[in-house]
């Protein structure tokens, strides 16, 4: 996997969630791409033909994640990943899971997108909430709770 990283949040940081959030161990080769920017904030996994990069020496298929600038407002709501972490946590769960889907041909519908953009989101949040609960063991485990 090559993980092409243009924030400040440590590579090795970015490597460890996707161990987290991963739908499966053998998830393949693929090529990551992290920025930040203005919202939207998204995610995009793209399978086939790659030309978003042309000029990144990427593997296809390519996961592309956008998230804010460090510093940025970011609005708390319910559930929602509530900094740049919790964002990336929650964008490449859903994305990996796309990734999941199409290896899974039998236990989804691929013609369905709604069905699979709900299916990725419900994904993504509950790993979300496994990754807070994951950070708030760790605190208390250090804090000796
Ligand atoms: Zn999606």
Known sequence: MRIVNYTNI??????????FVRPDKRLGRFSMLI?????PWAG???FTKSNIFPSL???????VIKIPPQGSQIRRSDGRPVDRVEMLVF?????LRHFW???????????????????A????????EDWRCSRNLEVRRVAGE
Do not use: S, W
């Open 35 to 39: 920025d930040e920017g203005k919202a």
């Open 10 to 19: 440590p590579t090795r940081v970015v490597r460890e969630i996707i161990r």
């Open 91 to 95: 964008l490449l769960a859903h994305e």
């Open 57 to 63: 020496p990427i593997e296809k298929p390519t996961i």
């Open 101 to 119: 889907q199409g290896n899974h041909p039998r236990l989804v519908d691929l013609e369905d997108e709604k069905a699979l953009e709900r299916d």
């Open 44 to 46: 995009v996994a793209q």
């Open 121 to 128: 989101d419900t994904y993504a949040y509950e790993r979300l």
